[in-house]
């Protein structure tokens, strides 16, 4: 049973616009990450929280903005979507340092 | 940087063999590491971990072996099944600056075979 939910599972979008992919935890946990991933290919980290109103980019550079106004709720938008945006975007959270992350499903972007 | 990278890009295994997925790591200050599992079309799922103070851990027909010595992590699957068949990534929690976030490695398909 998943604890994390990712929305859409799949999206398509016309170039320009914006979107906002959502994810939300049950588990309380303070920590929370998205990642890009491209099929078949390694995760990139592009943006993490380690609470309300914390937000950091990550080690991917990206166009994506993200908030953190509720711990259970982390949503990442694009302003104006674009075709290099087309990718696999997962969304994670933990409950520390020294623990594992619980991924949601993703969401699967495509701008056309 | 210091990074994770794994050895084999692709693994294919026949039905019923042993798999062994290996992951080189840099970051001596890693302390805990971890392998996820990802089906096709789903996000990584988690198989099992292991901390700097084992070099061995078991699970439901899985075993990771950690050789800190050459910075070494593997992933045993017994008697692979075609269910088994996804990319293995390997992460670790990296240096103490790393905010704890994951490093993870680039990923191994296996593909099990009849």
């Known amino acids: 049973e998943a604890d994390i939910y990712q929305t859409p599972r799949y999206l398509v979008i016309g170039t320009g616009k914006k979107i906002t992919l959502e994810c939300s935890q049950t588990?309380?946990?303070?920590?929370m990450y998205w990642y890009q991933q491209d099929p078949g290919m390694e995760l990139h980290l592009i943006h993490y929280?380690?609470?309300?109103?914390?937000?950091e980019k990550g080690d991917l550079s990206s166009e994506s903005t993200v908030s953190r106004i509720r711990t259970e709720h982390f949503p990442l938008t694009l302003e104006s979507a674009r075709p290099s945006h087309t990718s696999q975007y997962l969304c994670?959270?933990?409950?520390?340092?020294?623990?594992?992350?619980?991924f949601g499903s993703g969401t699967r972007l495509t701008v056309v | 940087g210091e990074s994770v990278g794994l050895h084999l890009p692709t693994l294919s295994v026949q039905e019923g063999d042993n798999s062994i997925i290996n992951c080189a790591y840099s970051?001596?200050?890693?302390?805990?590491f971890i392998w996820y599992k990802q089906e096709s079309g789903k996000g990584p799922q988690f198989i099992i971990d292991?901390?700097?103070?084992?070099d061995k851990r078991q699970g439901q027909r899985v075993t990771v072996l950690l050789n800190k010595t050459v910075k070494h992590l593997s992933l045993q699957i017994a008697a692979t099944q075609p269910g088994d068949s996804a990319v293995y990534f390997c992460?670790?929690?990296?240096?103490?600056?790393?905010?704890?976030?994951?490093?993870f490695g680039a990923g191994t398909q296996v593909v099990v075979t009849p």
């Open positions: 994670a959270s933990s409950v520390g340092t020294d623990y594992g992350y619980t």
């Open positions: 588990m309380g946990h303070d920590k």
């Open positions: 929280s380690y609470g309300v109103n914390s937000t």
């Open positions: 970051n001596s200050a890693s302390d805990y």
């Open positions: 292991i901390r700097s103070n084992m």
């Open positions: 992460a670790e929690n990296g240096a103490t600056d790393s905010w704890g976030k994951l490093q």
